[in-house]
């Protein structure tokens, strides 16, 4: 379901995908959104996916696995990367990806406080009261400054 702004989009939607729905119950890492969605167009339209999305979606997958261990990307998240690289071989080295979004992952320069907090923002509701929650990454140094 859309919120109430985001209605007047409704009738792009072809599609949701729900990485909570496609989890099996194994103990396997819950699937990238992104890494969901490639599968998707790979599946139903890979013609769509030109260099300039593959770049994007590759650095999307990449970021969310940038903070886990080389060995815990999934089967699946992994298998997307090789078909976008395949696909695309002048796509830069997963290694300097990688590097650029540790680098800029901590840099708040010309970010507002704003922008940190929304960035990672989840929101849980029981229908009375609604709370959110935000993931901020920074540096002691910066945490000091503020």
Do not use: H
Not at 15 to 40: H, T, W, Y
Not at 76 to 92: A, M
Not at 107 to 122: A, F, H, R, Y
């Amino acid at each position: 379901l859309l919120d109430s702004e985001d209605k007047s989009l409704e009738s792009a939607v072809v599609k949701v995908i729900n990485p909570d729905e496609q989890c099996d119950g194994s103990l396997e890492l819950q699937a990238s959104s992104s890494s969901l969605v490639v599968k998707e167009i790979l599946q139903e339209a890979p013609e769509l996916i030109t260099q300039q999305l593959a770049y994007l979606l590759r650095g999307s997958i990449l970021f969310k696995c940038m903070s886990l261990e080389a060995d815990r990307i999934t089967e699946q998240q992994e298998k997307v990367l090789s078909i976008l690289e395949e696909k695309f071989p002048d796509l830069p080295p997963r290694e300097d990806i990688i590097s650029v979004l540790q680098e800029t992952q901590f840099n708040p320069q010309g970010v507002s406080i704003e922008e940190v907090m929304l960035k990672d923002l989840k929101e849980i509701s029981d229908g009375e009261i609604k709370v959110a929650i935000s993931t901020v990454y920074m540096t002691l140094e910066v945490r000091g400054n503020l």
